[in-house]
């Protein structure tokens, strides 16, 4: 079955990055693109960006330009979203998507697997 | 960008009461609209895809509809595995979630 573990929990001081890694399995990981969400403490869900694992190619939300980048290794079926300069309004769960059911190449698509999240906290 | 607006943000309801969450989209987004629902503590469930589509396994309680930029989420009998919290989510132009509809007892 189609699983996506990330990796665990992590607490960052403001300025540093974080690089949470998702692990995938049960499915072909070059051909259905990642997607990173996160959630606040509380708070709604924010898309942060997509990745197409056979290609690298990529696309973030205009909020985290310049400070996210996601990358992959296909040796091992994992993606990784790294974000930089840190503020504690980064402190928040990460959650990896995949869309394996309704991926469409061509436009957009909703989400039907998840990881189980990966707390991120920044905090001087 | 492309907003979601949900209401309510908290529904009050008992078990066996039927509930509607409704879902506006800042511009039209046709039937690209998905309903996840969260429990505290674990990741999104994908009810709900192209508006009224029922993903497999979700019971039949749960139907969906709506087209341009209104669309509802409707609960027929609340069972007490169903007290979470509601997402819609737009997928029409990249993706964006409403801010969420808690419902409790």
């Known amino acids: 079955q189609v699983q996506l573990m990330q990796s665990g929990a992590e607490v960052k001081k403001p300025g540093a990055s974080v690089k949470v890694s998702c692990k995938t399995s049960?499915?072909?990981?070059?051909?259905?693109?990642i997607n990173w969400v996160r959630q606040a403490s509380g708070q709604g869900l924010e898309w942060m960006g997509w990745m197409n694992p056979n290609s690298g190619n990529t696309g973030y939300a205009q909020k985290f330009q310049g400070r996210v980048t996601m990358t992959r290794d296909t040796s091992i079926g994992t993606a990784y979203m790294e974000l930089s300069s840190l503020i504690s309004d980064d402190t928040a769960v990460y959650y990896c998507t995949a869309a394996v059911s309704y991926y469409n190449p061509a436009a957009y698509y909703p989400f039907d697997y998840w990881g189980q999240g990966t707390p991120v906290t920044v905090s001087s | 960008d492309i907003q979601m607006t949900q209401s309510p943000s908290t529904l009050s309801a008992s078990v066996g009461d039927r509930v509607t969450i409704t879902c506006r989209a800042s511009?039209?987004?046709?039937?690209?609209l998905a309903w996840y629902q969260q429990k505290p503590g674990k990741a999104p469930k994908l009810l709900i895809y192209k508006t009224s589509n029922l993903e497999r396994g979700v019971p039949a309680r749960f139907s969906a509809s709506g087209s341009g930029r209104e669309f509802t989420l409707t609960i027929s009998s609340l069972q007490p595995d169903d007290f979470a919290t509601y997402y819609c989510q737009q997928y029409d132009t990249y993706w964006t979630f409403g801010q969420g509809t808690k419902v409790e007892i």
């Open positions: 511009q039209s987004i046709s039937t690209l």
């Open positions: 049960g499915y072909i990981f070059i051909g259905y693109d």
